[in-house]
């Protein structure tokens, strides 16, 4: 395993759309490496997930890590999911709004309102398919991922960019905006 290099807002790695993969590649011993180290550079930076352009990869592949509340909300039997080819349904037009990080965009926060409730259809680190569905803050983690498979980022999504703000500006004048009520880790 190898902890890997972020990139950084800028980059244009972060802004190309990411390709399908097919199940065979997903148990590929390059693709499991992809993986294992993604895991171990999202541990290293402290994220609560990680999309695969952010390593410079331009593949359908996310890992979205869940706190014991989530899990147990969501039934999995796992904290750590991994999501290849995710396609995202919306179920609920009705937004919610939350100051999200991002570790290409290191030190800063934004304001980004989003659905609420979606649907994400993928193929598991087996390929096998699975489908889940997440609201509240879990539905802006996996929105914030499989936007960056997209070649969107966070920052394109803040409306008012008067809430746009260093983290440290964050915690002293927004962060009881914050539905959240707290900083969560970046993404
Ligand atoms: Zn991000």
Redesign the pocket.
């Known amino acids: 395993m190898a902890i890997r290099k972020i990139a950084r807002l800028g980059h244009p790695v972060l802004r190309k759309k990411c390709r399908e993969v097919t199940r065979e590649e997903i148990s590929s011993p390059e693709m499991r490496r992809l993986v294992k180290d993604m895991i171990e550079t999202m541990h290293e930076y402290g994220g609560v997930g990680l999309?695969a352009p952010?390593v410079h990869e331009n593949v359908k592949l996310a890992i979205i890590e869940y706190d014991d509340e989530q899990q147990a909300e969501l039934g999995a039997s796992q904290p750590l999911l991994v999501i290849w080819n995710a396609r995202v349904k919306v179920l609920d037009e009705a937004t919610s709004g939350f100051w999200e990080g991002?570790?290409?965009v290191p030190g800063m926060r934004g304001y980004v309102e989003r659905p609420s409730k979606i649907e994400v259809s993928y193929l598991d680190e087996r390929g096998k398919p699975q489908t889940l569905v997440a609201s509240g803050f879990l539905a802006t983690v996996f929105q914030?991922?499989l936007d960056?498979l997209d070649g969107v980022?966070?920052v394109d999504k803040i409306a008012d960019k008067t809430k746009f703000a260093f983290g440290e500006e964050y915690a002293r004048y927004h962060v009881e905006e914050d539905e959240q009520g707290e900083a969560a880790p970046?993404?």
């Open positions: 999309a952010q991002c570790l290409s914030h991922e960056h980022l966070y970046p993404e």
